[in-house]
């Protein structure tokens, strides 16, 4: 990549997030921990909301194009890192931070292409809101999380995989925390390509060069266009889904003691 001509604050602020743009305007963002795979903590999901607020403010950003480092887009999580969920005014800090991620993901005023490098069994719905979503032969998609902690997907999940895979496929992911390959994903219209692992990181780069070099107002609004149902469904479905997993996780101290 050509590095643009200026480097704004947020390029080295976050932790977690490694971020290098083009010439032409293509921002790319990688979830990272130290230079590797990342393991997903409660400051990235502390710092994810604000970055995405300073990139859509970014008037040098025409496209943004989102991955994992490595053979890996997100497939670990440190719980104890998110604090003491089971405490109502904690988790209330963690059900603003997830709504405002996924609704500046989707608001955000500029095409994004979603590249799954490798296993997506974390937060696999940031990918599945990206305007273009390809992925390597060697993805994978699930929900990690919640089974193990035992708390509902209430976060996002929920919304997102039904409104692109459809509720039956939707239930049966979160139900059974079974996972699918980067061909069934392709099958349910998870996916628009699947591609050799070599390959998949340049592909999403071509494409987030075309569509960045569309006109100004045009992607903004295209992106407005065919966003609005989702948009609507998080605004419906997130904030209450949150809710009732925060509820789920409440009760984790009695199960223990159960």
Known sequence: MTAHSTTPGYFTHYENLAFERTDDGVLTLRFHTNGGPITFTGQTHEDLPQAL???ALDQDNRALLLTGTGDTFMDAIDGASLGEIFK???WEKIRREGINILQRLVDLPMPVIGVANGPATVHSEYLLLADVHIASERATYGDFPHPAFGIT???????VWEEVAGPARAKWLLWTGETIDARTAERWGVVTEVLPHEQVL???LEIAHKLAA???LYRRLQRQTLNQRLRRRIAEGVPFGMAL??????????????
């Open 153 to 159: 997907a209430g976060d996002g999940l929920q919304v």
């Open 245 to 258: 997993e925060g509820l789920t996780a409440a009760d984790l101290p009695y199960q223990a003691q159960g």
């Open 214 to 216: 569309k006109p100004d």
């Open 202 to 204: 340049a592909r999403g």
């Open 88 to 90: 109502p005014a904690h």
């Open 53 to 55: 607020e300073e990139i």
